[in-house]
């Protein structure tokens, strides 16, 4: 099958969390599993071209809003598949410092030019490599524009009308709205679709894509029940009832070369499930690094994260005041975010200088010392679609505190990690309690539930053959709607 890929993100390119995880990694599964694949991304100015090697590759010229916008498309191959990056003035302009724009609305600006230009793309592809999709999957509100100019565009179009289209939701918490009045700018139709139209949501990118996409997945079983209730589907949860025939949950995998403890370049002291006892100094190398306090016997807890109210900070920090105040352990944090999340971290590492080490930054190797290093790694998630850290946790021996929502609820499992349900801080520090107690009391225990978390398949072979089966059920689906 041909499988053209649209999305924001794409490891090792340009990555904000998650979903650039899931691109980076899944097209390469699916071309080792024979398929032809071929990804497409926005030209983010932070991208490094020199480092992976991206050449222009051709320009065209788009019709769009007053006039005509030249499309550079650049090219290179990663993982043996094809990715070409997408700009046009003043979209992901060189200069740009940022990948998601503050104001959602400038966003829905530039990701409907970006859907636009993907699509006279991929009819370039078709007329001059004689390449054309059979399925096109798209990923999170920036694409859910993709699956409608598809069906209201260009439905007659020879090269892409036979496409289908899978559309991913990786979170329902961001839905691009305000899109109408871009649509109307760009001089393409209006969304009147009657479902849209009932639930007041024809302004509404995410709502559009679920509507307009042959098949809807999203990135665990969990999830996929959750998005469909009221708390869980952000005012979408009516649309989706609408869809549920064609809504399946499928697990994200990580790329277990990429996350590797025995071979990682990142990891100072190396080591598998049956070299653990190398994995301390890992702990010593990091606590120098950071300014804690060198002691391989205090138990150090990680947390990697976006700081957004879906991670839990309003349960984070009152716990670990209240964990730090009484008990022996050590934490380090590694997120950036809201500034009110950001400034409670650091309040937080001033009240425990000795205790705590807060870094504000986005620094994906020192991410992988953290997983290396942490002997629990917390993710005490208000919602949690799938969730990538706490899988990246449990392959590099760091056991996962969660809570049971989500992917996590799908991904951790009580013989390995600590699971609670509800809300608030005293659950977290309750489980942080067990969890100590097992570190402190139970060392052959906690080293079995290492060995475990170890083994765990982790790769994304399973979960792409199921995307398979998705992709050929939106074929029949499509073929029977054409
Ligand atoms: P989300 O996509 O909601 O942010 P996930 O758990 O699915 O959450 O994925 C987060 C990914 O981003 C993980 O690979 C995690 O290691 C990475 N990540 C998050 N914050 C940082 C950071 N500050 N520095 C490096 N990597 C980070």
Not at 222 to 238: K, N, P, V
Not at 303 to 332: D, N, S
Not at 385 to 390: A, M, N, S
Request: net charge negative; hydrophobic share 45%; glycine share 8%.
């Amino acid at each position: 099958m041909n499988i053209l890929f649209v999305a924001a993100e794409c490891a090792p390119f340009v990555k904000v969390g998650g979903l650039g995880d899931v691109v980076g990694a899944l097209p390469g599964v699916l071309a080792r599993l024979g398929h032809s694949v071929r990804v497409v991304v926005p030209h983010h100015g932070l991208i490094d071209d020199g480092r992976f090697g991206i050449e222009p590759h051709h320009t065209f010229d788009l019709r769009w809003n007053e006039g005509i916008t030249r499309v550079e498309v650049a090219h290179t191959v990663h993982d043996g598949v094809p990715h070409y990056f997408i700009r046009g003035w003043p979209y992901f302009a060189r200069i740009d410092r940022f990948v998601y724009h503050q104001d959602e609305g400038i966003d829905v600006g530039r990701f409907l030019f970006f859907a636009a230009a993907t699509l006279e793309f991929a009819r370039y592809l078709a007329g001059s490599e004689g390449w054309s999709a059979d399925i096109i999957h798209a990923h999170d509100w920036h694409t859910a524009m993709v699956p409608y100019l598809l069906s209201r565009v260009y439905a007659d179009d020879p090269a892409l009308g036979r496409a289908a289209t899978v559309f991913s939701i990786h979170n329902m918490r961001y839905q691009g709205w305000g899109v109408g009045w871009h649509l109307a700018r760009a001089g393409l139709p209006p969304v009147d679709n009657p479902l849209l139209l009932a639930a007041k949501r024809t302004d509404n990118a995410l709502a559009i894509g679920i509507v307009h996409s042959t098949v809807l997945s999203t990135v665990s079983p969990r999830y996929a029940q959750e998005i469909t209730s009221e708390a869980g589907g952000f005012g979408l949860d009516g649309l989706l009832h609408a869809r549920l025939s064609n809504l399946v949950g499928i697990l994200n995998g990580i790329d277990t070369r990429r996350w590797n403890p025995a071979t990682s370049p990142h990891v100072p002291y190396r080591y598998d499930a049956s070299t653990l006892d190398r994995r301390v100094k890992n702990k010593l190398a990091l606590q120098a690094e950071v300014g804690l306090p060198q002691r391989a016997d205090v138990p150090l807890a990680g947390v990697v994260t976006r700081l957004v109210e879906q991670k839990g900070p309003a349960i984070l920090f009152p716990a670990m005041h209240h964990m730090l105040h009484y008990a022996e352990m050590q934490f380090v944090l590694l997120g950036t975010g809201e500034y009110q999340y950001e400034n409670e971290a650091w309040w937080l590492g001033q009240a425990f200088r000795h205790k705590a080490a807060i870094l504000l930054a986005f620094d994906e190797p020192l991410s992988e010392r953290i997983y290396a290093a942490s002997d629990m790694f917390l993710m005490p998630s208000l919602f949690e679609p799938c969730g990538i850290g706490q899988m990246i946790a449990m392959r590099y021996g760091s056991l996962p505190v969660v809570r049971e929502v989500g992917g996590l609820a799908d991904t951790v499992s009580p013989d390995v990690g600590f699971l609670f349900a509800d809300y608030s801080p005293g659950a977290l520090q309750w489980t942080l309690g067990r969890a100590l107690d097992v570190y402190y009391n139970d060392a052959a225990g906690w080293r079995e539930r290492q060995v475990r978390a170890m083994a765990r398949d982790l790769s994304w072979e399973a979960s792409a053959r199921r995307y398979v089966e998705l992709y050929e059920r939106a074929r029949d689906v499509h073929r029977q709607y054409a």
